[in-house]
């Protein structure tokens, strides 16, 4: 098959986040299983700046956004076996940051997304003819309707299909009424049953309700959209379309998160030997200023996370004081709302010795606390995939989190008396529920016998992007075998 990634970001030319991750992995998981895969992002200052020198492909594509004719140049180079190709428009992408705030610089994102969709139709006669168009998130998801008011009977267009892959429900892309004539949408779509949501313009709806399927990144996540508790206000119109929508787990990257090969870790280890494993708990201890105590044997707890309420943070920063006094260390990277982040180098303060906060992003501290610690907290409100959890299973490192989304789906809730499962899970999103799971960690990790039964057991897990490429594959292969899907609104 012939495969077109449409993403506003992709590792390693630019990320905010997991989905960058996703596009820059899942392509080359596909092309090994012999497809033809490309991808399309905006041509960003990061790109630049990040020392990759794509080549000019075309030049002065010709596009028209609103009443206007713009043009923008396509560069290309190859990474593995896939072709990256970069929409270059400086007016819109040459800029410090992918997306911004609404303020500023970046009040026009709905006309830079709109534009980058717009361009990768107008790209994809020269790139080729494609099979599937698999669009990413918000700023790529006018690109089915686009296609289905515009372009359907195109010979480029008339027999590809659209995937549209929903990575966090809480982004939908809203903007005023008034970037309507600018991109090209008929008045008529601006309705509560289309495009309209409370007064305001919604990207993500013309991805549901314009491509052939929509995916999510977990098969728990799949099912969560469809409530209202976790359908973000799409729950409705996500439920007119359930019987096209899939969950398929996003895959881990070994060649980057192995603890085997990886270059930031104090000790390598693996399955067969673990011995490394203790030398990378002290690196970390020592990193936050937490003395080793070999007799006293105290499990540490690691936490690498946006500080945010949507992140359990709140969970951890009121259950702290009974969670120590369980006979753990503790230490967190990460950075947020500015509340939280005062609020963790305060505990850190007041428990120095015990407990540290790096209130911060740094990747290599992110392997070492990864490979250092004994357990690691994911207590997430909601949580579409999650890659930690998958980390930490390939590190030794077991998962304590809370039991949604791609977190329920990978991690099974240890039982001693069967010695099956690889962490351990709770339900309510309470501080409360979230030490109980810390407890019966803790008490396990007493149990040697038990806790090695339990590290082999996570080791055992193979999420690696092989599996997940497969399900693609299927879909993809579904898609191609019926007829046009979609709403038809």
């Not at 789906?409 to 501080?431: C, I, M, Y």
């Amino acid at each position: 098959m012939k495969i077109l990634f449409i993403s506003s970001e992709v590792y390693p030319f630019a990320k905010t986040g997991g989905l960058a991750d996703v596009v820059g992995t899942l392509p080359e998981a596909l092309a090994k299983r012999g497809h033809r895969c490309s991808i399309i992002l905006p041509f960003y200052k990061c790109v630049r700046e990040g020392g990759f020198s794509p080549e000019l492909f075309k030049k002065d594509l010709l596009i028209e956004v609103g009443r206007r004719k713009e043009t923008f140049d396509l560069y290309s180079l190859r990474r593995g076996n896939v072709d990256v190709y970069f929409v270059e428009k400086d007016e819109y992408y040459k800029r410090d940051h992918l997306y911004g705030t609404p303020q500023g610089d970046y009040a026009d994102n709905a006309l830079r997304f709109g534009f980058f969709a717009k361009a990768v139709i107008a790209a994809i006669p020269r790139i080729g003819q494609q099979d599937i168009l698999h669009c990413n998130d918000w700023q790529s998801a006018l690109i089915p309707f686009y296609i289905r008011f515009f372009h359907k009977a195109a010979p480029e267009f008339n027999s590809l299909k659209t995937l549209f892959t929903i990575h966090n429900m809480a982004y939908q892309g809203l903007f005023g009424r008034e970037v309507m004539a600018s991109l090209n949408i008929p008045k008529k779509l601006f309705t509560p049953e289309v495009l309209e949501f409370y007064g305001r313009v919604n990207f993500m709806k013309s991805g549901i309700i314009y491509s052939d399927a929509v995916s999510t990144v977990s098969e728990g996540y799949g099912r969560e959209i469809l409530t209202q508790e976790f359908g973000c206000g799409l729950d409705g119109l996500l439920r007119t379309r359930e019987k096209d929508i899939y969950g398929i787990v996003n895959g881990v990257d070994y060649s980057i998160w192995n603890p085997a090969t990886d270059k930031f870790i104090a000790a390598r280890y693996s399955e067969k030997a673990l011995g490394g494993k203790r030398e990378c708990k002290k690196d970390v201890l020592k990193e936050f200023g937490i003395k080793y105590n070999p007799d006293a044997d105290r499990p540490l707890v690691g936490m690498i996370t946006r500080l945010a309420e949507q992140k359990g943070i709140d969970l951890v920063a009121e259950g702290m004081d009974e969670m120590l006094k369980l006979g753990i260390d503790f230490v967190l990277l990460g950075f947020g709302d500015e509340k939280y982040n005062n609020i963790f180098r305060g505990l850190a303060e007041r428990y120095k010795g015990r407990m540290g906060a790096r209130i911060a992003f740094n990747n290599a501290l992110a392997h070492k606390i990864e490979a250092g610690s004994d357990m690691f907290l994911i207590p997430s409100r909601y949580e579409p995939c999650g890659l930690n959890q998958m980390y930490s299973l390939k590190y030794a490192t077991v998962p304590v989190v809370r039991a949604v989304g791609g977190l329920d789906d990978t991690v099974e809730d240890f039982d001693p008396s069967v010695k099956k499962g690889n962490g351990f899970k709770f339900k309510d999103a309470t501080a409360d529920a979230l030490l109980a799971a810390v407890k019966r960690a803790v008490g396990i990790y007493k149990d040697k016998e038990q806790w090695n039964t339990l590290l082999h057991n996570g080791l055992s897990c193979d999420y690696s992007w092989a599996f997940s490429a497969e399900k693609y594959e299927d879909l993809y292969n579904k898609l191609l075998s019926r007829q046009a899907c979609g709403l038809g609104i």
